[in-house]
């Protein structure tokens, strides 16, 4: 199966601090994802990438900044963490393509954070 | 825009009992409807797909008709586990030729009780 993993799994940052959560996928998946998860609203899209040096904002990009290194690795960045970014953060990779099997998002473990 | 709506947030059950969870959607072009499931402090994982109107799609003894005559594409099963207790997203792509980008409803947790 794909392989999605992210770190740190579990976060505590002061408000106004830098927060930088990171995502590897081993797929060789072209498009990433990134999402946050809370309670009524399901999932979110922040940014999400095309392919090593693309980043492209989702639905809800306010606060948050995107880097896409290489094909592998995702990061999302909050450069002034506020209490209203608390939430579970979740990276995902899936095939460019479609059709069959190749039109499934993988999830990595997701990462808690707390912003205080 | 796109758009998913599941009406119910929690259902709550007896073993054995059987199930629908509701899915309506929103969106002007041809839809890729997906079910995702999320067990506690796990990931989302696919649960099952369609793309094709009418025909009814089947993945561990769950089930969903896509129908585009009433934007549905609710989840059902007939006799659910314990093991069934978990939280199910439905997630709408339109199939606009654009990249694969999901939208997906608030989520329905499903609460099985011996």
């Known amino acids: 199966e794909a392989a999605v993993t992210q770190s740190p799994r579990n976060k505590v940052a002061v408000t106004g601090g830098k927060v930088t959560l990171s995502c590897n996928q081993t797929?060789?998946?072209?498009?990433m994802y990134w999402y946050r998860q809370d309670t009524g609203h399901g999932l979110r899209l922040i940014h999400y990438s095309y392919g090593a040096g693309s980043t492209e904002k989702g639905d809800i990009p306010d606060g948050y900044k995107a880097s896409r290194p290489s094909q592998e690795n995702f990061s999302l960045i909050l450069e002034l963490a506020t209490p209203s970014q608390t939430s579970v953060y979740f990276c995902?990779?899936?095939?460019?393509?479609?059709?069959?099997?190749?039109?499934?998002?993988?999830f990595g473990p997701g990462t808690r954070l707390l912003v205080l | 825009g796109d758009s998913v709506t599941q009406t119910e947030g929690l259902v709550t059950l007896t073993k054995g009992l059987p199930v629908m969870l509701n899915c309506t959607y929103q969106?002007?072009?041809?839809?890729?409807l997906f079910w995702y499931v999320q067990h506690l402090n796990e990931a989302p994982k696919l649960l099952l797909k369609?793309?094709?109107?009418?025909k009814r799609t089947e993945h561990q003894g769950f089930y969903a008709t896509l129908h585009k005559s009433s934007s549905s594409f609710h989840l059902q099963k007939s006799s659910v586990q314990l093991s069934d207790s978990a939280l199910y997203f439905c997630a709408l792509r339109p199939l606009s030729g654009s990249f694969n980008k999901l939208t997906f409803g608030a989520g329905t947790r499903l609460a099985v009780c011996p």
């Open positions: 797929n060789n998946h072209n498009n």
């Open positions: 369609s793309s094709t109107d009418n």
């Open positions: 995902a990779s899936g095939d460019a393509r479609t059709g069959g099997a190749r039109d499934t998002q993988y």
């Open positions: 969106t002007t072009y041809s839809p890729f």
